[in-house]
């Protein structure tokens, strides 16, 4: 099993956000009883900044919450056209649960998010969408690198080395991909299409990337 206060890989050590939180609100109360309002201010809204990340935030993986994705998905897109998203699931999750416990499928989640968020493109990023899916927001990239990017992903997930978290232990992912060359009318609707390749993916076997762009109807299916 996890060991008791055994770290998390790829995490920044230092204070993290509440502790930064509260450190600016008492150097704000010590600027202010001395008069000095500009500097009160400043970490005023320092604090104000934290908290409003906090609260786009998943608290267990660190990566961007459903909040967050539905900002961006439901709000006026301002990314870098073309844009691509892909929704990712993790293979058969309810097993890992059931066969190493929740703390360890807790400790796979965190993991499979730091390992989704490399090497993502300039204003790109992961969001938790729910449960074990998560969602690559993926801007100003064309749709061979868009796959690129998702299957470097899928390959980092199954070849890290699980079984030093728990012997046996074995994680993939699958993938559906949706890529709009140009500027895109609805992330929302894109996603929907991610959504129904990535059951493709599933259906194809798991542990693959399935892709579609908006001018072919042609699916392409990446494995190891």
């Known amino acids: 099993m996890v060991a008791?206060?055994?770290?998390?890989?790829?995490?920044?050590?230092?204070?993290?956000?509440?502790?930064?939180?509260?450190?600016?609100?008492?150097?704000?109360?010590?600027f202010a009883t001395q008069g000095d309002w500009r500097r009160a201010y400043?970490?005023?809204?320092?604090?104000?900044?934290?908290?409003?990340d906090g609260s786009l935030r998943d608290p267990l993986t660190s990566s961007y919450n459903r909040r967050y994705l539905d900002e961006r998905l439901y709000g006026p897109f301002t990314g870098r056209p073309p844009l691509?998203?892909?929704?990712?699931?993790?293979?058969?999750?309810?097993s890992i649960n059931d066969t190493y416990g929740h703390l360890v499928?807790?400790?796979v989640l965190r993991r499979v998010a730091d390992l989704l968020?490399?090497?993502?493109?300039p204003d790109g990023f992961c969001a938790r969408y729910?449960?074990?899916?998560?969602?690559?927001?993926?801007?100003?990239?064309?749709?061979?690198?868009?796959?690129?990017?998702?299957?470097?992903?899928?390959?980092?997930?199954?070849?890290?080395?699980?079984s030093e978290l728990q012997p046996g232990l074995r994680v993939t992912i699958s993938a559906g991909l949706a890529?709009?060359?140009?500027?895109?009318?609805?992330?929302?609707?894109?996603?929907?299409?991610?959504?129904v390749l990535l059951y493709a993916a599933?259906?194809?076997?798991?542990?693959?990337?399935?892709?579609r762009d908006a001018q072919t109807t042609q699916l392409i299916t990446h494995s190891e």
Request: glycine share 10%; no cysteine.
């Open 179 to 195: 890529h709009e060359p140009g500027t895109p009318a609805s992330p929302e609707r894109q996603l929907r299409r991610a959504d």
């Open 4 to 30: 008791e206060g055994e770290g998390t890989p790829g995490r920044a050590a230092g204070p993290q956000p509440p502790d930064l939180l509260r450190l600016h609100e008492a150097i704000a109360g010590l």
């Open 117 to 121: 968020q490399e090497n993502l493109p």
């Open 130 to 162: 729910g449960g074990e899916e998560f969602v690559l927001w993926l801007p100003g990239v064309d749709a061979r690198r868009a796959v690129r990017v998702v299957d470097d992903a899928r390959v980092r997930v199954a070849r890290h080395p699980w």
């Open 105 to 107: 499928g807790d400790r």
């Open 202 to 211: 599933k259906r194809a076997g798991r542990n693959k990337v399935v892709y």
């Open 84 to 94: 691509a998203l892909a929704l990712i699931d993790l293979d058969r999750f309810k």
């Open 42 to 52: 400043q970490h005023l809204r320092s604090a104000l900044d934290i908290a409003r």
